[in-house]
């Protein structure tokens, strides 16, 4: 076995040796959600909720969604997320929060269905709902 004194190793072996480190790397695997981004969709967090809006950026399985993003509190008449993606929020007890005024960043994504435009101007029509 051969012993290496890294005090005497030259700047040129330095290099070589984090190249071939580099090279065993293996490159960052893109996110899943990657293929969302500029689009409308409905994202169920895991523990955030329901959330509709134009994805960002993504990372591993977080998003995060533009200016503007609404989170659903409640809804009728939509069933499932994938259903809420194809007809959007109905009913006028459905509670719908205004639009945000900046960013909304989901770090628990467990569920995301582009929006048709249908469902997206249901969203836009819906009333705001602040809580009360």
């Known amino acids: 076995m051969t012993t290496i004194n890294l005090e005497d190793l030259t700047i040129a072996q330095c290099r070589k040796a984090a190249a071939m480190l580099n090279e065993m790397t293996p490159a960052p695997t893109p ?3 990657a293929r969302y981004v500029g689009q409308y969709v409905v994202v169920r967090d895991h523990r955030a909720g329901v959330y509709f809006g134009v994805v960002e950026s993504t990372e591993g399985n977080t998003i995060t969604l533009g200016l503007g993003s609404r989170q659903a509190h409640f809804w009728e008449n939509g069933g499932s997320v994938p259903a809420l993606a194809v007809w959007g929020p109905k009913g006028s007890s459905s509670r719908i929060t205004p639009p945000s005024k900046g ?3 989901l770090m628990d994504v467990i569920q995301v269905c582009k929006c048709s435009p249908e469902a997206e101007k249901q969203v836009a029509s819906m009333p ?5």
């Open 103 to 105: 960013e909304t960043t």
């Open 31 to 33: 996110s899943p959600l």
């Open 128 to 132: 705001e709902w602040n809580g009360k």
